[in-house]
Structures are given as structure tokens and as C-alpha cells.
């Protein structure tokens, strides 16, 4: 054998390891890859598991956020509703006991502009202006009427006139201007001045006598309804109401003056 036919021969039996060689680390390779495989495959699951419980967690407060937006929108909504049935039961024409009411209310808060909103005076003379115009200071206005009360008895209403029947309590004004009477008489015979601050002085002293009594006299107010308002008839009924025992009084001084 020659030395070419050698280095043949080595080299055939060389590629034939090499060949053995491959054959038997190919299994090996194969198993490596397939663990490999099978790492990225759980990674691939575990990164789905989390970009499926990110989705469900974003799914979640998107709808926690259009639960809020929901109660906020439904709370304004109610808001608007109530305004709306507060605004039409404003804009409903006032009822005979209202009209009552506030006229009362009015003159227990001393408040003798307002009460023109719910009189229909007619041939009677203006009482908060006349009021107004008299002497009286504030205080002595307010006195008149600080311990008024009533309570109101029946309502009877038809198109456009109605009556009231209510109860009302206020000082006992015979008493009152019998008391004052009498000092005035004190002090006109014993000589000395009588001013008009001094007679305003002592009528505030008999407003404000804890002694004086109250008296409650029942009336029927007539009330008719003038531009969608219900107006109280002024007459003197409702002013011997208002000032219990005044009309008494007057009386009894107009019976010592002519008698």
C-alpha cells in the first residue's frame, strides 16, 4: 500500500467518526432544545397568565370608574329634580291660609311694609302706614304684636274668594289702655307736663307689663284673590281681632268722655 492509498484510507476512517460523532450528540442537542422549549413555552403561558390578569384588572376599573361616574351623574340628576319640584311649588299661587299666615307672621316680626303684600284694605285706612306714621318708636311697634299666636280653625275656598276662621291671641288691650288711661289721668291732674315722648314712654310700659294678660278672640277672615294673589279683606273685625279688647276699651272711654 502505497502512501497516497494511507492517507485515503486515514481520511475515510476520519469522516466516518466524525460522522459516529455527530450521529451520537444529536440526541443530545435534540434533548437540550426540547427543554428549552419547553422553558419558553411555560414562560410564553406565564406571560399570558399576566396579560390576561392585567386585562381582567384594567376590565375591572374601568367599570369601578363607570359605577362612580354612574352615581355622580344619577345624584345630579335627583338634584335637578328636586330643584325643579321646589321651583313649581314656589311658582304656585299662594293659598287663602298662606296669605293668612304671612300677613300674621308679618306683623308679630314688627315687619308693617310686608303686610300691605297681603291686605285689601279698601275704604280702611292703611294700617302699617298709619303705623308708620304714628309716634311710636320702633320698639313700641314691635311690642304690639311680639306675643301674637294663632291657630288656624277652617278654610273654605272657591274660585276666587275664600274665608278663613282662625284663632288669634294677643295682649289684652282694654287692659293695656286702661292702665295707660290712668296714669295719663295721674299725671294731668297733678299738673305736670305730658309730652309725647313721655306718653310713648308709658304705653312701651304697659306693652311690656308682664301682669297684662292675653286674650284670644276667634274671626272669620274674608279674603278675595286679586292678580293670582289672595288679599285679606281689612275690616274692623280683623282689627278687633288683631288688638283684643281695644274696641272695649275705646268704648268705655267714649262712655266717661259723654257721660
Not at 142 to 168: G, M, P, Q, R, Y
Not at 217 to 233: A, F, S, Y
Amino acid at each position: 500500500m502505497d502512501k497516497e492509498e494511507k492517507i485515503d484510507k486515514t481520511k475515510k476512517v476520519e469522516e466516518v467518526k466524525e460522522a459516529k460523532k455527530e450521529k451520537v450528540e444529536q440526541p443530545k442537542f435534540n434533548k437540550v432544545s426540547g427543554k428549552d422549549l419547553k422553558k419558553e413555552t411555560e414562560m410564553n403561558h406565564i406571560d399570558n397568565k399576566k396579560e390576561k390578569k392585567n386585562k381582567k384588572e384594567k376590565k375591572e376599573n374601568k367599570e369601578k370608574g363607570n359605577k362612580k361616574v354612574g352615581y355622580w351623574v344619577g345624584g345630579i340628576i335627583l338634584l335637578l329634580v328636586v330643584l325643579a319640584i321646589v321651583t313649581a311649588l314656589l311658582l304656585l299661587p299662594a293659598t287663602p291660609e298662606k296669605a293668612v299666615e304671612g300677613m300674621l307672621n308679618s306683623l308679630k316680626n314688627a315687619d308693617f311694609e310686608s303686610i300691605n303684600k297681603y291686605i285689601n284694605y279698601d275704604e280702611i285706612v292703611d294700617q302699617s302706614e298709619m303705623l308708620q306714621n304714628t309716634e311710636m318708636d320702633e320698639e313700641t311697634q314691635s311690642l304690639l304684636f311680639d306675643k301674637l299666636a294663632w291657630k288656624v280653625l277652617n278654610v273654605s275656598k272657591e274660585e276666587n274668594t275664600a274665608s278663613v276662621e282662625v284663632e288669634i291671641t294677643n295682649k289684652d288691650f282694654n287692659q293695656i289702655i286702661t292702665n295707660y288711661t290712668q296714669e295719663a289721668l295721674k299725671i294731668a291732674f297733678s299738673g305736670a307736663s305730658f309730652t309725647e315722648e313721655e306718653q310713648n314712654n308709658k304705653l312701651k310700659e304697659q306693652l311690656k307689663n308682664e301682669e297684662i294678660g292675653t286674650k284670644t278672640e276667634t274671626t272669620t277672615m274674608q279674603l278675595v284673590k286679586q292678580d293670582g294673589e289672595w288679599k285679606i279683606q281689612a275690616d274692623e273685625n280683623l282689627i278687633n281681632a288683631l288688638l283684643p279688647g281695644l274696641q272695649e276699651a275705646i268704648n268705655s272711654l267714649n262712655s266717661i268722655i259723654n257721660g
